[in-house]
């Protein structure tokens, strides 16, 4: 019955189930066996005490034969006052006494256990009755015949061959539950088995049951999907990262070529800067990716977020701004609220307000403001520029790593389309958000993160200064 599901779940439970019932058999008919013997022992005691009863009558009637009827295993005897054998049943004509003990004075009966009384086999239990008679006492011995500890045969086999046949049902039934139960389960497994990478899109099948396969089936698919669209993702990813590495190699490659077919003519400073340009376009697309790469190892708990200080997000901001003029070409101008901490990585946080000033300096016509406040237990860090801004159904295209938009492309061919990508990452990693939100003109960009527990602590003051 078990056949290729040999050391499965089905033969363990059906073993169990099985065992179990024996073991519960095997009580029931031991406890049934000596409520039985105890019936059946008292029943032959009655029969016993009965007959020897019969035997007083005839000895106070004077009428008690010297042989007595065959008492079916039974063992009786007469003893007079003599103490010589005057009557007993066959088993023990022509022998002596069975047994030596008597009633003590004023008591008519008593009883003992003799292994084995005079004249007999095996352990008996043995009563004796004394008779008052005017030429003394009598005494009558009456020996139960032994019952076997199984009663009888017939009742052990009986017993025996129904809890065989109740344990075998017991198997069977367990057998059927379990191969019903986990049925679903094989076709789950069997599905699962099917699925790889190039035939990703296959679900495993639900049962009707609302039980806990159910929610493993629901489960199973939902991670499916999360696996499907990961897949995905790195497929597009994948597809783009090749086609950005492709272009600066293609193109250094190309004016290699060019140049060599004639190295006489060429101008190899200018064919040096050229190649060095798409190097250093190749660089920082490599760049972007090993920390996108680290970050996607963050946001999965496989790696860490760097070291988190308490940070002062308005002196962040301040000091960003500040950092070598930036070559700003664009009129900056800041709303900086100081005493909104934040706790995080220094190092990445000025990364992401980079990504988004570079970002806001591409697009801006002429001004990019730059505002930082505490909107509760939330820091927010805003970059608006004057430009023409996102329309709604691209704002969530632009956090698409290598998705870049026409405005994007023409203004700076030479962007990686990673930058807003690793600054939402980084928000992330410190359990923000980073989005576009509505604006009168230009391009929102609303960073917020947890501000830290101690800012209620601290003095609030609000700097306006416009920068150039």
Known sequence: MAGRHTGSIRVRMTLKAGVLAALVCVVVTVLL????????????????????????????????????EPQDGRALQVVDPQGRVVSSTPNLRGRGRMAEFEPDEGNVFTSRTLCPPAGLKGCMRVLAFRV??????????????PVPWYVHGGLLTCLVAASVLLSLLVAVRTWR???????????????????????????VP??????EIRQLAETANATLDRLDAALARQRQFTSDASHDLRSPITAARAQLEEALLCPEETDWPKVARTVLASLERLQAIVTDLLELARLDAVAHGEGTAGRGERLDLGD???TELDRGSRGKRKRYERHLE?????????????????????NAERHAAEQVTVTVRAEGGTAVLEVLDDGEGIAPEDREAVFQRFAR????????????????????????????????????????????????????????????????
């Open 33 to 68: 066996i000596v409520a039985v013997r105890g019936r059946a022992e008292d029943y032959e005691r009655n029969l016993t005490g009965r007959a020897a009863l019969g035997l007083v009558g005839l000895i106070e009637r004077g009428r008690l034969p010297p042989v007595l």
């Open 132 to 145: 008052y008679q005017r030429d003394g006492d009598w005494t009558v011995y009456a020996a139960d015949r």
């Open 177 to 203: 539950i379990v191969d019903q139960t986990l049925r679903p389960v094989d076709a789950i497994r069997a599905e699962l088995a099917e699925i790889t990478e190039s035939r990703s899109g296959r679900r």
């Open 206 to 211: 639900v049962p009707a049951s609302r039980d």
């Open 316 to 318: 962040l901001v301040g």
């Open 338 to 358: 100081r005493g909104v901490t934040v706790q995080g990585d220094r190092l990445r946080l000025s990364r992401l307000l980079s990504n988004l000033l570079d």
């Open 405 to 468: 938009l026409k405005a994007g492309r023409e203004r700076d061919p030479r962007g990686t389309g990673l930058g807003l990508p690793i600054a939402r990452q980084i928000a992330r990693a410190h359990n923000g958000t980073l989005a576009v939100e509505d604006s009168p003109r230009g391009a929102r960009f609303v960073l917020r993160l947890p501000r830290d527990v101690g800012d209620g602590n601290r003095p609030q003051e609000r700097s306006q200064e416009p920068g150039t």
